[in-house]
T-cell receptor
């Protein structure tokens, strides 16, 4: 079955540490890839997305993600996190352009000041 | 301002008392969807609609109904709520014919069923 896996459910980092959150999907066809962020008490916001072209995608707030097709991965990275990055991060995939988003379970990121 | 709105934002109710959560978007989007978010499970799709009068089941449709009589509105109906429907609900919309397929989310409705 098509699925999206986020390997870390909870991540705790200190400010200025580098971040990498893993996302893998199980589907061999065409995919559109997304990372959404949910700050405490707020709704989901799009961080970045990949549809085609350069597999290294830059998003808002200094985040980036790299699509590695051979590894079915779309990991999220940030070189230096801030306390304000504390949030829950969701990876989501649309498979074969059918508008159905398949979601990972989310990763709760806590940044210690 | 382009947005998706949901009402109410918070609701506490009792088992069996019918309720409706409204969702409205002002972006002329064809596609609308309802999700529930539960800890450790991410978002799961309840129902979606590709256009007016076209609705279909998502992954967890049991206990829910929807309607799409107008393009902008997509209400979620719980005819007889049960405690296992206590959750955070999100409505989302996107252009069905768009190339980016980015979904825009409402602010969420936190429902508690006692």
């Amino acid at each position: 079955a098509q699925s999206v896996s986020q390997h870390n459910h909870h991540v705790i980092l200190s400010e200025a540490a580098s971040l990498e959150l893993g996302c893998n999907y199980s589907y061999g066809g065409t995919v559109n890839l997304f990372w959404y962020v949910q700050y405490p008490g707020q709704h989901l916001q799009l961080l970045l997305k990949y549809f085609s072209g350069d597999p290294l995608v830059k998003g808002i707030k200094g985040f980036e993600a790299e699509f590695i097709k051979s590894k079915f991965s779309f990991n999220l990275r940030k070189p230096s996190v801030q306390w304000s990055d504390t949030a829950e991060y969701f990876c989501a995939v649309i498979m074969d352009s059918n508008y159905q988003l398949i979601w990972g379970a989310g990763t709760k990121l806590i940044i210690k000041p | 301002e382009a947005q998706v709105t949901q009402n109410p934002r918070y609701l506490i109710t009792v088992t069996g008392k019918k309720l409706t959560v409204t969702c409205s978007q002002n972006m002329n989007h064809e596609y609308m969807s309802w999700y529930r978010q539960d800890p450790g499970l991410g978002l799961r799709q309840i129902y979606y609609s590709m256009n007016v009068e076209v609705t279909d089941k998502g992954d967890v449709p049991e206990g829910y109904k929807v309607s799409r009589k107008e393009k902008r509105n997509f209400p979620l109906i719980l005819e007889s709520p049960s405690p296992n429907q206590t959750s955070l609900y999100f409505c989302a919309s996107t252009h069905a014919r768009g190339t980016t397929q980015e979904q825009f989310f409402g602010p969420g409705t936190r429902l508690t069923v006692l």
